[in-house]
């Protein structure tokens, strides 16, 4: 792997402290960071190297995956850390941080390849780019890479006033646009399920599947992030970027994974999502807000009463959508989505139901034979299960529905943002969203979100802790299915 520099924008932060620190070390420990690599983080609060060091140490402490018990391997991975206060918006900050970046180059014998990460508020992406295109930080000798989190952009005129600038100081392919569900190892998993497995290649279309359903529901609430969540809603945080990438995943057809493939195969896939106007939006999209319930045993108030969000506050909490693919191998296979906070359970999976089976009513007596499902858990269980049916043979041969299934729970399966790090320091892109990904996905947002807007989609209530609006079971219903 080559010598680098990782310059850390928002050093000081929250995601750096729970994520980027942490799966830094596991990668380190795994040998898996380069052999001659420097770690600049910079943040607009004042600090030597050592408090930083002390941060950071903290933060393995708290939130790492392995015990940062192995004294002399966290002083030499501490070592690796320099500070630098900058306030990312003052142009001449940067001389600071070019001058540190180069010393530890030279001290290390680091060719000027840089990676710098944003870990900061969306609203600095474009200012630190163009900072470090005008700076001399990204015009080095070397390569140079920039990670970004999500939100890319608030809407799709947004999303492209960003992208044009970050273009100015990146090419795409220097950019590397984290969703974090893209490094989640069973979504890197989908495609091996499909191509290793004739049994389920040779099903995996419209012809065998009745419907993909792909759930990502959560316990938690707004939390204390109601300043950004109250202007996003379920449909900017999650469906926009997770949802629509787990279902890009889901459906391309790919039996080679390098990264020109995978692109090309969901951008296929997310340009074939037939779009909905502000006036359809209503038959195909169900939305809603959690009114006060109770989660796991524990009485929680309503979205509109949790600290920071305004009374009378519209935001959907839950969305579930229909959507249909304009592509051969789905033509005619409606994709559920639906993902909300507060509801029963924390779970995300994907289940494809098969259509039932000809000619196998008369095992089933009058009744309808179950159908067979394969339920993909990604997290936070995961494994697969196949829903297959069989005679019971000490109930009459009764036919029932059996479990077949794979779980790797409790094993010791990396993180996300290991996995995604480790990519994007080796320059592997496959599992990060390209730009026209993210301007797809946006496309059949943006109408949805001025039905929103008009209030052409209802605002259902649904209480914490539950399964969230009955009008998303409706949604089903319609089509003669129910959730699983
Ligand atoms: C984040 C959202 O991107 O994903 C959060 O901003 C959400 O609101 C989180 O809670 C869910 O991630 P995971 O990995 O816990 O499913």
């Not at 947004?158 to 970050?166: D, F, G, V």
């Not at 989640?184 to 091996?192: D, I």
């Not at 951008?267 to 809603?288: L, N």
């Not at 069989?390 to 529905?401: A, D, F, I, R, V």
Request: hydrophobic content about 40%; proline content about 5%.
């Amino acid at each position: 792997m080559d010598a680098m520099t990782f310059v850390l924008f928002g050093a000081t932060g929250d995601l750096a402290k729970r994520k980027i620190f942490p799966a830094l070390y596991r990668l380190y420990i795994d040998g898996k960071t380069p052999e001659r690599f420097s770690i600049v983080g910079s943040g607009r609060r004042e600090m030597n190297d050592a408090a930083f060091r002390q941060q950071v140490e903290q933060s393995l402490t708290a939130y790492s995956r392995r015990p940062a018990d192995d004294r002399s391997k966290v002083d030499a991975f501490l070592e690796l850390f320099r500070y630098c206060a900058a306030d990312a918006s003052v142009g001449t900050d940067y001389r600071k941080l070019l001058e540190l970046v180069e010393k530890r180059e030279g001290e290390q014998n680091i060719p000027q390849n840089r990676l710098f990460y944003l870990s900061v508020a969306p609203d600095f992406f474009d200012v630190i780019a163009l900072h470090i295109a005008e700076s001399g930080l990204g015009k080095g000798s070397g390569w140079k890479r920039l990670i970004i989190e999500k939100p890319f952009g608030h809407d799709l005129k947004s999303a492209r006033r960003l992208n044009e600038k970050l273009s100015q100081a990146f090419e795409e392919d220097e950019v590397y646009r984290i969703d974090h569900y893209l490094g989640k190892p069973m979504v890197q998993n989908l495609e091996a399920l499909e191509y290793a497995n004739p049994v389920i290649q040779a099903l995996w279309n419209n012809h065998y599947i009745a419907n993909v359903q792909i759930t990502a529901s959560e316990i938690v609430g707004v939390e204390e992030r109601a300043g950004y969540y109250d202007t996003s809603g379920a449909i900017r945080d999650m469906f926009q970027n997770h949802m629509l990438q787990l279902l890009m995943m889901i459906a391309m057809h790919l039996p080679h994974m390098t990264e020109r493939d995978v692109r090309a195969g969901k951008r296929r896939i997310v340009e074939s999502i037939r779009c909905v106007s502000p006036e359809e939006a209503g038959s195909s999209v169900v939305r809603g807000q959690y009114v006060a319930g109770e989660v796991q045993g524990k009485a929680v108030p309503g979205y509109t009463d949790e600290p920071g969000v305004a009374p009378s506050s519209q935001t959907d909490t839950f969305v579930a959508a229909r959507l249909w693919l304009d592509d051969p191998f789905w033509e005619g296979v409606p994709f559920y989505i639906r993902t909300g906070k507060r509801l029963k359970e924390k779970s995300t999976r994907i289940v494809l139901e098969f259509k039932n089976p000809r000619g196998a009513m008369h095992l089933c007596g009058t009744e309808q034979c179950d159908p067979n499902l394969m339920i993909i858990e990604i997290s936070p269980n995961v494994g697969v299960v196949l829903r297959l049916n069989s005679k019971n043979l000490l109930q009459e041969g009764k036919l029932e529905p059996i479990m077949v299934d794979f779980c790797a729970n409790g094993k010791d399966i990396p993180e996300a943002y290991e996995i995604l790090l480790s990519d994007a320091l080796q320059g592997d892109a496959t599992f990060f969203a390209h730009w026209n990904e993210v301007e797809q996905s946006w496309k059949w947002v943006q109408p949805v979100l001025e039905a929103f807007e008009r209030n052409l989609v209802p605002l259902y209530s649904y209480p914490a802790g539950s399964n969230g609006p009955e009008a998303a079971g409706r949604l089903l219903e319609q089509d003669g299915f129910t959730w699983w």
